[in-house]
């Protein structure tokens, strides 16, 4: 988030696109709904009906995969009415007029037709989010997971910079970070093309900078991302796999090629977790992990705010803290540089080489963290970045020209349905955690296809009736729920139930830039288990 | 700044930060007034009658709903007020399920410390006509049960449920003496539109609504929620060397107070009996139980076969920030490849 969480009580307009809050980031979503009942607008766009539209002042429903379009058309109707920030543009943005000439493809019968919003409810959005200030704008996986994510972003970008909905409190460009620390592994380079604070591998001063302080020498070759490794494993080009707290069997789209991969007897195959999940189940040394009541440490959330967890109890058994583990299996290889006794220690190394954590240490976050950027001891942290000026080289807000594009795969008449993927209140991500606590398994125990009305009828599926889900990579078994909550046409499924494996059918047609794959738009049909 | 008003109660004098209501002004003195339906996080309403105050010698007034002002002088009791709380405080305790013993909410009762306040004699309950009372307990939701028969009508759940959690999930049904507190229709609480967050079980000034289990701690830990990435701030409450507890953290930003049912009720993972407890060596397709060494010997030999683009880590959005330098590190400097990822876009 480029602002902070408690800046939403000071938003007059709240807009939320792609993210289902109250289910997600339950708590976030309070805070909305409080804001909405203190007198700011909210407004909601998304494929359906979510909690949060009981609130919502106006609820915009574009079809799975029309985010750009609907972003330009907001976009191009407060250019129509002159209702921009040009003062701001003037002074802080560049490649302005390349974008305004890319939203001349965006016209109001375009938009109308690629998102099925009438374009008064665009325009309604577009006026209320332009001109009822400040505005904050916040979205979730349903933008971002699209083989045009990156597009998707930027469009939400070019809506904040030409309103000026940037770089000042209440406002903001806001992606809801979804684990506890997404936004702290991140930050500490778990990412194969960057080192700890974003210094891409590619940059020689950097990889000379890491094999200075590592005293080892590195590659400045970008590695692979996450779909990319098990297509690798697949192929027989990665050997050895080390996979610590993950479930990709249950959480990566195309899952099915993922136990494929993992099935390949020529890998060795380390999992490191708390439970035994489904994953870990096909590899070849499990090493038991500490839960987060058991370790010390820091982790980050969506606002960059790094807190603390603390030891509470003893590990249970065995099992011992994740940085523990790592640093022995280091260790047993010969290597120095992991000789740490406690995690305090780590932060300081991660504070000397990473400038983004400078200030930070153990110390200083005890009581309520702080957010980075906080570059030195004397540093009290950020709590919304641009401020003044953009945190690029020129200082200067980037405007990016976009052309729609459809998603990778379109309904047909073999695939009629569109299956977008959501989360439960209940469970968290492939529910190892969740579905071992009876109460929240007691208040959410299985998978729902839901599906709209219309669409039960058209295929003949009776609420409450097992049916089987098929797109072009599988299929999967899951009981129906007819609800308005979806529209004719679309569908929705979680991925917490390993019962009901959704992430068999999605489809992992990668973003080029971000290479996360497009589990928000797959293309389906629905038949009754005969 | 807000402008400091100066005033008296009982002779005291008392600093308050003008609009600050005389009842709250008193509380952050150290000074007792009786109530039931006040709490800092909600606006006042002033139902339950027994904060009854005198100002300059005047009428009764309710301390939560009345402003501060510079040089009055604040009486908290007096015969007229003595007798207005006594009947308030009766008519509440004389249908009120009262098995203090077995009661979740006894360690932390307002009830009873208003009770204690006032004096209450069981006899002078007897002459009062009482009301049969036994309305059946909702034990739907897995977490928490709500007892109508304890609840004093104080309205906090309610306004809790609409003020803080924005949801409205509860309202008063019935009027008078029947008057309860329910969903929607009256329907359980697990067929409502209820988040199940418990945000109303925490502020219930008695019994009414209540941990299922019982949630007291020998002593807490201040950590950062496992779930999600609003990083709620909590206390985890241990008893011996267990998690029997969730309470929300007031002071952290992120979340001043609040929690999701996942954040304050989903915890028992950690004790489950599922949990890894050995390093485990798969041998002829089957897992064998192992020591450290062993398992750690067997890594670091096969990984030392794999070096350069042979190898790839996955990191984890679950494990903590140093946690994650390591293996990076790891993966970069002892493996030589950059090809180290994460669930970030799953």
Known sequence: MTNSIKEIDGAKTIFVIGANTTNAHPVIGQRMRRAAQNGA????????????VRVAHTFIQPKPGSDTALLMGMCRYILDKDLQDQAFIDEHCENFDEFKASLDAFTPEF???????????????????????PAALFYAMGITQHSHGTDNVMAVANLALLTGNIGKESTGVNPLRGQNNVQGACDMGGLPNVYPGYQNVTIPE???????????????????????????????????????????????????????????????FVAQDIFLSET???????????????????????????????????????????????????????????????????????ASVTPIYGGISH??????????????????????????????????????????????????AEYPLILTTDRSLYHYHSATMTRRVAGLEELDSNEWLKLSPADADQFGIEDGEWVEVYSRRGKVKVRAQVTDVCPTGVCSMTFHFHESPTNEITNPALDPVAKIPETKVTAVRVEKVS | ???????????????????????????????????????????????????????????????????????????????????????????????????????????????????AYMGVQPERLERLRKTERDLPIDTSNPFFQFDPNKCVICGICVRTCDEIVGLGALGFIDRGVSTVVGTFGNKPFVESVCESCGECVVRCPVGA?????????AREVQTTCVYCGVGCGIYLGISGDEVVSVR????????????????????????????????????????????????????????????????????????????????????????????VDHCARL
């Not at chain 1, 607008?41 to 949060?52: F, G, H, M, Y």
């Not at chain 2, 609009?19 to 008193?26: E, M, P, R, V």
């Not at chain 2, 397709?285 to 990984?303: H, N, P, Q, R, T």
Request: charged share 25%; aromatic share 8%.
């Open chain 2, 1 to 115: 700044m807000t402008n400091q008003i100066n005033f008296t109660i009982d002779g005291q004098e008392i600093v308050a930060q003008e609009g600050q209501n005389i009842l709250d002004a008193a509380l952050a003195n150290d000074i007792y007034i009786p109530h039931l339906c006040h709490h800092p996080d909600l606006k006042p309403v002033g139902a339950c009658r027994l904060c009854g105050v005198e100002i300059d010698g005047g009428h009764m007034t309710m301390s939560c709903l009345e402003p501060v002002r510079e040089g009055i002088d604040v009486r908290t009791d007096s015969p007229v007020i003595y007798q207005a709380r006594k009947i308030a405080i009766e008519l509440l305790i004389a249908d009120h399920h009262m098995d203090c013993l077995a009661c979740a909410a006894a360690h932390d009762c307002d009830l009873l410390t208003v009770s």
């Open chain 1, 41 to 52: 607008i909210l407004l909601v766009a998304n494929p359906k009906e979510i909690d949060l």
């Open chain 2, 209 to 217: 609504l209540a941990p299922k289990k019982p949630e007291f701690a």
């Open chain 1, 280 to 350: 870990a189940q096909l590899a070849d040394v499990v090493l038991p992990a500490a839960s987060f009541a058991e370790k010390d440490g820091a982790i980050t959330n969506t606002e960059r705010r790094v807190q603390r967890i603390r030891k509470a109890i003893p590990p249970r058994g065995d099992s011992k803290p994740d940085w523990w583990i790592t640093s022995q299996i280091a260790q047993k290889m010969g290597e120095h540089g992991f000789d740490f006794s406690a995690p305090s220690e780590i932060m300081d190394e991660i």
């Open chain 2, 248 to 339: 929300a953290d007031r002071e952290r930003p992120t979340n001043e107070g609040s929690l999701c049912v996942k954040g304050r009720y989903g915890f028992n993972f950690i004790n489950h009996p599922d949990r890894l407890t050995k390093p485990l060596i798969k041998k002829n397709g089957e897992f064998e139980e192992a020591e450290w060494d062993e398992a750690l010997e067997l890594i670091a030999s096969k990984f030392a076969e794999s070096k350069g683009e042979k190898f790839a880590a996955l990191a984890s959005a679950k494990c903590t920030l140093e946690e994650n330098y390591l293996i990076q590190k790891f993966t970069r400097a002892v493996m030589g490849t950059n090809s």
């Open chain 1, 206 to 268: 950097n990889k000379a900078k890491f094999e200075k302080a590592w005293g080892k020498l590195m590659s400045d070759k970008v590695g692979l991302t996450h779909t990319e490794i098990f297509d690798a494993i697949y192929e027989g080009k990665v050997t050895a796999l080390y996979m610590v707290g993950e479930n990709p069997l249950l959480t990566e789209a195309n899952a099915k090629h993922v136990r494929e991969a993992l099935e390949n007897p020529d890998l060795f």
């Open chain 1, 363 to 412: 110390e200083r976050i005890e009581e309520v963290g702080l957010q980075w950027p906080c570059r030195d001891e004397n540093d009290p942290g950020t709590q919304y970045l641009h401020k003044g000026k953009f945190a690029r080289p020129n200082g200067k807000g980037q405007f990016v020209p976009l052309e729609y594009k459809q998603s990778a795969e379109i309904v047909d």
């Open chain 1, 111 to 133: 938009v109308e037709e690629i998102t099925g919003v009438p374009w008064e409810q665009v325009a309604k959005v577009a006026h209320t989010y332009a001109t009822n200030k």
